[in-house]
């Protein structure tokens, strides 16, 4: 079965507002962990990227958050906008070659 | 631009058809993988290549025939498709392997 979920298929957030992005894993060995975001007729992005030797990586407006002990995984975006619309990928390196997705957030941002 | 380019963009075929999906990335990496993306689905990996070698296989039905002549270049050959292997299919590249892909915009296959 899926080794990684997201806790919400769909997330509304106000304009300006910070959203925060939830994924769940089940395996405790996954070693590496990605966001995407995938915008209509495109095919994912890469946004950030954490270590499990982490618990917070920042970029440029998003951070990630990773808690090993309750095995979850949270990407926050500061002051959302409508370029940020989009469905949002967790995924986890399995180990070698395998990367394996969640089913996707999908996030409208409200103007 | 992403660096992985796909074509074409978009696809319709019949079930005794034989096609070709074609990636190219330009980013110099030595992995490169065919992911399948069906609607409410996650992505589904379906093949890696790593150096140009076949390095996994997800029990993909044996009508997908991948084909990576050298690093840069990755296939995918189809042939007397079902009308359920209508999806996106994507192809990315990394430097290295599972770690921080870079996929193309994808081939968007409608089997009739």
């Known amino acids: 079965g899926e080794s990684v979920g997201l806790h919400l298929p769909t997330l509304s957030v106000q304009e300006g507002d910070n959203s925060i992005i939830n994924c769940a894993y089940s395996?405790?060995?996954?070693?590496?962990f990605i966001w995407y975001k995938q915008e209509s007729g495109k095919g994912p992005q890469f946004i950030i990227d954490i270590r499990s030797n982490m618990d917070k990586r920042q970029g440029q407006r998003v951070t990630v958050l990773l808690n090993k002990t309750v095995k979850h995984l949270s990407l926050q975006i500061a002051a959302t906008q409508p370029g940020d619309s989009a469905v949002y990928f967790c995924a986890e390196n399995l180990g070698d070659y395998k990367l394996s997705f969640g089913a996707g957030t999908t996030v409208t941002v409200r103007a | 631009e992403t660096g992985v380019t796909q074509t074409p963009r978009h696809l319709v075929m019949g079930m005794t058809n034989k096609k070709s999906l074609k990636c190219e990335q330009h980013l110099g990496h030595n992995a490169m993988y065919w992911y399948k993306q069906s609607a409410k689905k996650p992505l589904e990996l379906m093949f890696v290549?790593?150096?140009?070698?076949?390095?996994e296989n997800n029990s993909v039905p044996s009508r997908f025939s991948p084909e990576c002549p050298n690093s840069s270049h990755l296939f995918l050959h189809l042939h007397t498709l079902q009308p359920e292997d209508s999806a996106l299919y994507l192809c990315a590249s990394s430097q290295t392997p599972g770690r921080s892909l870079f996929f193309g915009s994808g081939t968007q296959l409608s089997v009739l």
């Open positions: 290549y790593s150096l140009e070698e076949r390095v």
């Open positions: 395996n405790s060995a996954s070693d590496y």
